[in-house]
């Protein structure tokens, strides 16, 4: 290691950051370093020199931070702020709990029978994905009975075109194909079946 | 046995949970700590009485207005953070002024008080003290503020290079790089003068 290195050691030391181990590599160091033993004198002597001068406040700036301090509602303002956040934190916590609780009671069944007919945007959306992804739950939860077929999919499907949710486009007639023009935008992909198919 | 001033034993932080609860003696004690190392600190950084003063009363109102949101850490690192921020506002937004050992410019580093013949001073003058002090404050005026920081948070309050670091935003390594550069240039810049046995 170069003087550089121990110049560095001589700060951390006169910071006591310096590891024991390294403090007596220092210490061999310095006995035969002019340079280093320089540096650390310097800086010792930097130290010193400002030490014996150093400016202080004056009262009159001080007296005036502890007027500041003595008038300052700080416990009322903090308790305000606290109960602001917390009134705010509860309200959001609230609203979110509103929403998956009016999104996902759809999925019960007997909240589902009524909400399906009601025209439920929400209701609606979670009641399909529910379907599409999970038929076989979701047919448990209706209460039908397994298809003799076996494809639990397509009986899936039947329900949903029954109760006026789902319109398969591959299926349909040119008829209804017809009738697309006269839907709103917002009911375009799960707009009413014109006759059910079951 | 004496028991001693019960806020005096308390730690800062714990005083400015007093404070917090309505106790200003506690408040009182605080500054008291630190008011010489900040202060000393903020009137080196910015240079003139005028200019300390109203920065050391700055920190402290911020102190005042902020605590109710201070959470955790050390209390010193905390308020020398938000001294930090203030003088380095105060020293940037102010126009540079060329100071008598500002180098000339030339690659040998000479200062302009090297240049210029100094026939009021005898050696007499140059061993006071006072003088001492006032090439090395004009000296701490030469170097990078950054350094000149480190440098006074080192001897001026006393801080460890870890609390320098993290009042920075930088790594232990630079706070000690920059320490290592300001100690290197003070020494250059006050090479001709003795200050108790030290540069020469």
């Not at chain 2, 290592?180 to 250059?188: C, T």
Request: hydrophobic share 40%; glycine share 6%.
């Amino acid at each position: 290691m170069n003087c550089t290195g121990f110049e560095q050691y001589i700060l951390r030391d006169s910071a006591d950051e310096l590891p024991a181990r390294q403090k007596t590599k220092l210490q061999r160091h310095m006995e035969h370093c002019a340079a280093c033993r320089s540096f650390s004198r310097d800086l010792t002597a930097l130290h010193r020199t400002l030490k014996v001068d150093a400016p202080d406040a004056p009262d009159t700036v001080v007296k005036a931070i502890l007027m500041e301090a003595g008038r300052q509602p700080i416990r009322a303002r903090s308790n305000f702020l606290r109960l602001s956040r917390a009134v705010i934190a509860l309200a959001a916590g609230l609203m979110i709990c509103v929403g998956f609780w009016h999104s996902f009671r759809g999925l019960h069944p007997a909240a589902s029978r009524n909400q399906v007919t009601g025209n439920s945007h929400i209701t609606e959306v979670s009641d399909i994905l529910f379907a599409i992804t999970a038929p076989e739950l979701w047919l448990d939860q209706w209460g039908d009975s397994r298809p003799a077929d076996g494809n639990i999919e397509a009986l899936a499907k039947q329900i949903l075109i029954t109760q006026g949710l789902y319109v398969d486009f591959q299926e349909e007639t040119d008829e209804q194909a017809n009738s697309h023009e006269a839907l709103q935008p917002t009911t375009l992909l799960w707009h009413n079946s014109p006759e059910p198919l079951a | 046995m004496q028991t001693g001033n019960p806020v005096m034993e308390l730690s800062d932080e714990d005083l400015l949970a007093r404070y917090i609860k309505g106790d200003v003696a506690a408040f009182s004690e605080l500054v008291g700590r630190h008011r010489k190392s900040l202060y000393g600190f903020i009137f080196r950084m910015v240079g003139t009485a005028h200019d300390a003063d109203e920065v050391f009363q700055d920190v402290w109102v911020r102190v005042i207005r902020k605590s109710a949101d201070y959470k955790t850490g050390r209390f010193r690192g905390w308020v020398f953070r938000i001294a930090h921020n203030l003088v380095i506002d105060r020293v940037r937004g102010r126009k540079p002024v060329v100071s008598l050992d500002a180098r000339a410019g030339g690659e040998d580093g000479a200062s302009l008080a090297d240049t210029l013949p100094d026939k009021s001073r005898s050696p007499a003058d140059i061993l006071n003290r006072r003088d001492v002090v006032d090439r090395v404050r004009k000296a701490l005026g030469n170097i990078a503020v950054e350094q000149k920081e480190v440098f006074l948070m080192r001897t001026e309050a006393g801080m460890s290079f870890k609390e320098i670091a993290i009042v920075q935003k930088v790594s232990i390594n630079t706070a000690l790089a920059r320490m290592h550069y300001a100690v290197g240039n003070l020494r250059k810049l006050l090479a001709d003068i003795e200050i108790d046995g030290g540069v020469s």
